[in-house]
């Protein structure tokens, strides 16, 4: 954004020869020359700046066939805890955020292995609970596959609990 006033100078032109004649013109008088000296230039300066954007689109988000998905100009995308995704409008069942519905998650990020090396992780937890009558819930592992989460097969966990 640039902005430019155009049309005058403020004075700045005319200012150095007024001023130059009225300080001549102050030395050629007598002692009693009272004669004002020419004003500054007003010089415009800009205290602050706001800009507000605003551009609409409409998304139709669903019954959208796989052809008209490719070509589209438009997406969507969520931001959860390991990372961004796509939501994929073709999904009747999208939501505006990530929906979680477990009671607690815990997240771990594992750098550099590769498949099909073997991870190892224990986790000691206190037994017991401030209510010796409250169920247990079922602890359901899985993994992040690109943008979509994955849950571990049986056969993965060599041991648990649940």
């Keep these: 954004m640039k902005i430019a006033l155009d049309g005058t100078d403020f004075g700045h032109k005319d200012y150095q020869l007024s001023y130059t004649k009225a ?3 102050g030395i050629n008088a007598s002692k009693d020359y009272t004669g004002d000296l020419p004003n500054e230039p007003h010089t415009p300066q800009l205290e602050n700046i706001s800009l507000d954007y605003l551009s609409t689109i409409e998304i139709n988000a669903i ?3 796989s052809v008209d998905f490719n070509d589209r100009v438009e997406q969507l995308f969520e931001i ?4 961004a995704g796509e939501i994929k409008t073709t999904n009747p069942y999208n939501y505006l955020f990530p929906q979680y519905n477990n009671e607690g998650e815990l997240y771990i990020g594992i750098k ?10 224990l986790f000691q ?10 169920t247990p819930p079922a602890i359901k592992w899985s993994y992040l ?15 648990g609990f649940n």
């Design 63 to 65: 019954n959208v066939d």
């Design 80 to 83: 959860h805890p390991m990372g």
């Design 23 to 25: 300080v001549i013109a």
């Design 145 to 159: 596959a690109g943008d979509k989460w994955e849950d571990f097969s049986d056969q993965n966990i060599l041991s």
């Design 112 to 121: 550099d292995l590769v498949p099909p090396q073997n991870l190892s992780v």
């Design 125 to 134: 937890v206190s037994e017991g609970s401030s209510d010796p009558d409250l």
